[in-house]
């Protein structure tokens, strides 16, 4: 798969490049759902035709499901799973939070996680089996025991206006149990942060595949542990997930089924 690896990594670099060179000079912001705060602007268009070119330039007959282009049918035994721009609302207002998200299946399974993040140059690659890197060095999650000492993230999508699974409870619950909790704006930056041991654990919902691929295989490779809410089996095409150290799992997994 190394082939498969140099092209992801070259894509988000240069989605990340683009982000760069236009984030003093948006023209266009847009919501695209009809939802408060799920924007779009034309720099997360320019980012996906950038990435999506590449990987067609490469692997013409793959298939690719990307946030805003949607789905392209092709070989069905390896799919690319792009969000162009994750965090595009803290983008669209100036705040350095945001990434590239490329994440790979193949025969249904993720095998490639690339998440760049050009704010701070930061270059997060994991592959299957092969453990998962920053800018070229292996990093593990935190060794965090209780729930007591851990730094949590989460995060409040568009999904949740006028939804009772709005995550407020959680949110407190967790305010109460644990050190902080943050919000940061990005869900493929909270896996990877929390993949290299800055956050403890990290909780959403309602999420879309684009979201997590890349950074749920992030989190495996670096020895933490993904499922749901109740600790059951996770699934990208889900849209809740919990990601921890492994060692606060289960006591994540109590609050959020006891709350």
């Known amino acids: 798969m190394t082939s498969v690896v140099n092209v992801a990594v070259e894509a988000a670099l240069a989605a990340g490049k683009i982000q760069t060179e236009h984030a003093d000079k948006i023209q266009s912001i847009s919501e695209k759902s009809g939802l408060r705060g799920d924007v779009v602007t034309e720099v997360d268009l ?27 049918l ?9 969000d162009p721009l994750d965090g595009s609302l803290n983008y669209s207002h ?22 760049y993040n050009p704010n701070l140059d930061e270059l997060f690659v994991a592959e299957k089996g092969q453990g998962a890197t920053l800018n070229g060095k292996n990093f593990k999650v935190s060794t965090t025991k209780t729930l007591g000492k851990s730094l949590l993230v989460t995060g409040f999508t568009p999904k949740i206006v006028g939804s009772e699974d709005d995550n407020l409870k959680y949110f ?88």
């Open 94 to 115: 100036g705040y350095p939070c945001y990434c590239v998200s490329i994440g790979v299946e193949h025969n249904n399974e993720l095998v490639v996680g690339v998440i």
């Open 74 to 82: 092709g070989n069905l035994n390896k799919k690319w799973i792009i």
């Open 46 to 72: 320019l980012c996906e035709k950038e990435i999506i070119g590449r990987i067609q330039k490469v692997f013409p007959s793959d298939a690719i499901l990307a946030e805003e282009s949607g789905e392209t």
């Open 172 to 259: 407190c619950a967790f305010m109460k149990s644990c050190q902080a909790v943050r919000r940061p704006g990005s869900a493929a930056m909270d896996l990877c942060y929390t993949a290299m041991g800055r956050f403890d654990g990290f909780w959403e919902a309602c999420l879309n595949p684009w979201d997590m691929a890349a950074g749920v295989l992030i989190v495996r490779e670096a020895g933490g542990r993904v499922t749901v809410f109740d600790g059951g089996p996770f699934s990208i095409y889900g849209s809740h997930i919990l990601a921890t150290n492994g060692l606060i799992h289960q006591q994540m997994v109590d609050v959020l089924i006891g709350t």
